[in-house]
């Protein structure tokens, strides 16, 4: 399909997955993809870490939105910006006639007066600033890079958590209408990411069927991230190699071991797409210490290739 149709397709792409499967990276990668397409795109992290602006050769952003990509004549611009759930509500209560509260108490910890009494608020106040964002449509395309771990889910119950146990009031209504943007596929999708291994993978059906079913959330294409790239003839080339047998043999336990790899890799990724009806967009294992711009190019071109060969999606 089309890639800049397909990130037109939603306003909000919110990124989960397992801790350390590659949200942020997949989030960037998609960042960069939509500028490719010409789309302007805001990059929120919620987990409080600004983990995204070194792969743009950025300075870490804070809560204040900083530019991460200039717009440019083939490319839209990038921001990006964080959204803690402390900040959020001293936003939400100043927005609602509350700022003397706000100046009083902020320091003594409101926050988590307020998230003791009603679970999941948390969560919300930053679904409903994400909400905000997307009502005054801050970009073309809105990623969200979700809290880690087994969070995402909580993260996603929240907004219907919430409606029910605030059965009216402002708070209801916040939450109500949170669940009206993330049930409408036009306005919000989720990406989840995986890793080419059984333990994710298993988890990723888990929480794909749960999203989807009892969230009600549509499910965009999955990610499989870190995908070993294909080394084809690694053997034939190991026989002609110019080495001594010691070295030759050095090599030979290494393409070993690589071709286990990827066999594994290989089973495991055919029993994803076996098991969950999803198109998938794979990114290949970057070699070296972190991934940089020219680095979140590649995975960028990559996942626009991916997008290109996907049969459109409905
Ligand atoms: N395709 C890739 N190739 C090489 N390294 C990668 C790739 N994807 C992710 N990494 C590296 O793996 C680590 C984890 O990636 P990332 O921070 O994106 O995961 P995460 O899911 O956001 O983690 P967390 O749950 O802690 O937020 C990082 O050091 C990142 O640079
Ligand atoms: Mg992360």
Not at 107 to 112: I, V
Not at 194 to 222: C, M, Q, R
Not at 274 to 303: N, V
């Amino acid at each position: 399909m089309d890639p800049g149709e397909f990130f037109a397709s939603s306003r909000v792409l919110i990124v989960a997955g397992k801790g350390g499967v590659g949200k942020t990276v997949t989030a960037a990668t998609i960042a960069a993809a939509a500028s490719r397409c010409g789309l302007s795109v805001l990059l929120v992290e919620v987990s409080g870490r600004s983990a995204a602006a070194p792969m743009f050769g950025a300075d870490a952003q804070g809560y204040e939105e900083a530019v991460l990509v200039h717009a440019g004549n083939q490319h839209g611009e990038i921001r990006g910006r964080s959204i803690t759930p402390d900040q959020a509500l001293v936003e939400w209560l100043s927005g609602h006639g509350f700022q003397r509260i706000v100046k009083r108490m902020t320091k003594s910890g409101l926050l988590e007066v307020v998230a003791t009494a009603t679970p999941g608020i948390k969560d919300l106040l930053v679904f409903g600033r994400i909400k905000a964002l997307e009502a005054a449509r801050a970009a073309d395309l809105i990623v969200v890079d979700a809290p880690a771990a087994g969070h995402a889910l909580g993260f996603l119950r929240s907004p219907a958590g919430v409606r029910e146990a605030a059965r009216s009031g402002t708070i209801h209504r916040q939450a109500v209408e949170v669940l009206e943007m993330i049930s409408d596929p036009s306005r919000c999708q989720v990406v989840l990411v995986t890793i080419p291994e059984e333990t994710p993978i298993n988890e990723l059906i888990e929480t794909s069927f749960a999203v989807e079913d009892e969230v009600g959330v549509k499910l965009g294409p999955v990610v499989v991230n870190s995908v070993l790239p294909r080394i084809d003839g690694l053997d034939g080339r190991l026989r002609w190699a110019k080495c001594s047998d010691h070295e030759r043999s050095d090599l030979a336990t290494a393409a070993e071991f690589r071709a286990g790899r990827t066999a594994l890799q290989d089973e495991q990724l055919a029993r994803l797409e076996d098991r969950l009806p999803l198109p998938q967009i794979r990114l290949p294992q970057i070699f070296g210490t972190s991934i940089g711009p020219d680095d979140l190019e590649q995975l960028a071109t990559t996942m626009l290739a991916e997008i290109e060969s996907l049969e459109d999606l409905s």
